[in-house]
């Protein structure tokens, strides 16, 4: 369980902010992880607040990672991910998942929060298959430039790209599906696109939405049909954008599903 999160360093680098919350940490706090300050539980209550079930949305975006980590690295044979907006090392890292299944895959985290780096070092650069880097996500150019994906990833060879629970951190002037084509445009035929986004799927998403917003700052939840425009010129994979626990479920979620596993979708998508 949780327990088991390795907590890092507790040597602060000057650049991370106690003062104000941050994406990684506030995840983390709803998750239930202990790499986070009061600050970032604060927002971890007021999400709570407003979504009561808020923790196991959470955990449904950790599930359908593992399940799309595995679904791709053992059915279709990718052997490189960038994970980018990674995210602070909790249980089943995409690195974790995707060497279970292939013990020499390679990944590379991205995540524009120091402290990713800073907690991460120790679980995310496990091997000499692994690399953490902070970096923002928004520059595919220099991204795909940096020394670490340089030596672990080869573009020559399919790819998979994820932005699991992180393009609603982007506002549309940000150009996230500018981004994403970036990225799959950089990757050879046969990479994947694996993302999961908030959906405005019901009127509780709305308030949800107020809620990160006023304290996280970034972004917004999207519509099922920008969603799926991420995946414009792609092949999605079976059953394409639905609700996580919809996702190759590995076993059947209960009906009806409950509001808050209506707020995320996600999809997996070849390019031709
Ligand atoms: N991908 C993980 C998951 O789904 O469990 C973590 C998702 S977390 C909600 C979003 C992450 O994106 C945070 O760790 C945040 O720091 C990172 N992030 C936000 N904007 C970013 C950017 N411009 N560049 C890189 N990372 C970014």
Known sequence: GLGKIPSGGREFPPHINLNEPSIARAYDAVLGGKDNYEVDREVARELHRVMPDIRNLAWDNRAILGRGVRHLA??????????????????ENTHQVA???????????????????????????ENDNTAVVTADLREPDAI?????????????????????????????????????????????????????????????AAQLEDTFLEFLKTGRFRTQEEIEHYFEGLDLVDPGVVYLPEWRPDE??????TVSQRLMVGGIARKP
């Open 144 to 204: 795909l430039r940096l020394p670490e994906v340089r030596r672990l990833i080869d573009l020559s060879e399919p790819v998979g790209i994820m932005l699991v629970g992180m393009l609603h951190h982007l506002h549309d002037d940000e150009n996230p599906k500018g981004i994403v084509e970036s990225y799959m445009n950089a990757c050879p035929p046969g990479s994947y696109l694996f993302l999961t986004h908030f959906c405005r799927s019901s009127p509780d």
């Open 99 to 125: 060497q279970r299944h292939n013990p020499s895959a390679r990944v590379v985290y991205v995540d524009n929060d120091p402290i990713v780096l800073a907690h991460g070092r120790a679980l995310l650069e």
């Open 252 to 257: 059947e979620p209960e009906r009806p599903l």
């Open 74 to 91: 053992a059915e279709v044979g990718i052997r490189q991910f960038i994970d980018l907006g990674s995210g602070l090392p909790t249980v």
